[in-house]
Each structure stands twice: as C-alpha cells, then as structure tokens.
C-alpha cells in the first residue's frame, strides 16, 4: 500500500502490521500506561473510527494522558503509534474537525508528531546531560525509537497530500523520524519538506524542528534567523483537544 521513496536498491523500510492485528495481538493489560495498565486501550483507539470527529478527539486526547503524559514514553505508546499510524488510511481520516474544514488525519499526524518528538535525540540529549546513561538503561523508549523507520513508512506518503495541514504534519513526522541512522537515505530529500515548513508555515515550534533538521543534517541554513533553544514541554505537541473548540 504504501510505496517507499528510497533509492533503488536501497534496503527498504518495514511495513507495519495491520492496525487490526496490532488491535487485536497486543497484551493491552500488560503494557504500562502513565495510570496503571493498558487494558481500557483497545476500547479507546476504536473510538477513533467512530464517524463522530468529536468522538475521535476526545478519544486522541485520553490517549495522549495514558501513553503520553509529560511528555514520556510508556510501555503502551508503542502499539498506540503503531495503530495510530495504521489507521492514516482508513477512510475515517478524511472526517472533517470541528469548526475547521481540516481531516481529522492532520491531527492523528501530530499527535505521532509530538510523540516522536518527545523520543527524539534533541530529547535523549538534553536527557543524558542530566542523566547520563539514560538511552541505555530506559529499554522502553529505546524500544520505541527503534520503531521509527517502520512509522516512517506509514508516514511517508502523506508528504504529498493534497491538504496542507496533512502535509505539514507529515513532514514534521518525516523529519524527527528521519533522525534514525536506517533513514539518512531520505534525508536529502526530505529538506525539501523542511524548507516548505520554513516558508509556509506560522508555527514557530514547527518552524524550529525544520530547522533544527537541516542544520543537523549539514545544509547551509545562514539565510534563517537561528531559533533560540526551547524549554522542557516546548516542543511541537497537540493532543487533538483544541479541536473541540471554535477557532478564535
């Protein structure tokens, strides 16, 4: 289904399972979630099915409390990404936002936006100067980031969206993930994407993760103001609740 833009016979990224077999073959009640186990989780990501994108909001926003709270990964974010990703293309995505003409896909893109970031190496980083040693010993949110070529497939088509919100958090997924060393052939394309985000945009938090990407990556980004480093919690994050609301 979904076609990799990588080089000819450049190793391709893993496929991922079917969102109903991630449903229906993980250990929900095993899995840690910011409040106890993961067994309510299959109830919840089927909500975001339902043809009622007030349901679908609500149900993205409970998520983000169970398998995103502060900013952290837990033992469920995983399968959660992994469904989440799955689900892009299911017709449910094209439902339209509350009080926005924008496909509710646009905020299940930046809800893997804000949770690739919060497992991003910018993250990992600022996380070893205080604990060093922090990547090796927390085995979950390695686990997660190893995801990350995998999610990338799921993500990568949606680079040429014909919407530009669906766009735009497809290429800010596309950039944190690309961070992983099985990507770096994407790379050089994907500073296209990072460039568009820098000239279109108006999110400044957005904004910073293209640049902070084409100047990690090596391009000449002299011609951009620098953007000051951000505190915790700063990041590009959005848990869908907004969308309840008209937009004043």
Known sequence: MNHSSSKAGAPREPDLPPYQVVLAETDWGSLQTAFGNGECLPKILARLLEPDPKVQVTALSELSELV???????????????????????????????????????????????????????????TEQYFPGF???????????????????????????????????????????????????????????????LDTSSDEPNRRVAWKALEAWGHDVTDIEPFQEEPWGCGPHSDGRGDLEPPF
């Open 135 to 197: 990547l090796t010993h927390d085995t979950t949110l390695a686990a997660f980031r190893e995801l990350r070529p995998m999610l990338y497939r799921a993500i990568e088509p949606f680079l040429q969206d014909s919407h530009e919100d669906v766009r735009e958090a497809a290429g800010l997924a596309a950039l944190i993930l690309a961070e992983h060393p099985a990507l770096a052939q994407h790379r050089d394309h994907l500073a296209v994407h990072a460039r568009r985000i």
């Open 68 to 126: 995103g709270h502060q900013n952290s990964i837990y033992e469920a974010t995983a399968p959660v990404a992994m469904y989440v990703a799955g689900i892009l293309t299911h017709p449910a995505a094209m439902t339209l936002r509350p009080y926005r003409n924008v496909p509710i896909r646009a905020t299940w893109l930046n809800w893997l936006v804000s949770t690739a970031y919060d497992a991003s190496d910018e993250i990992v980083d600022r």
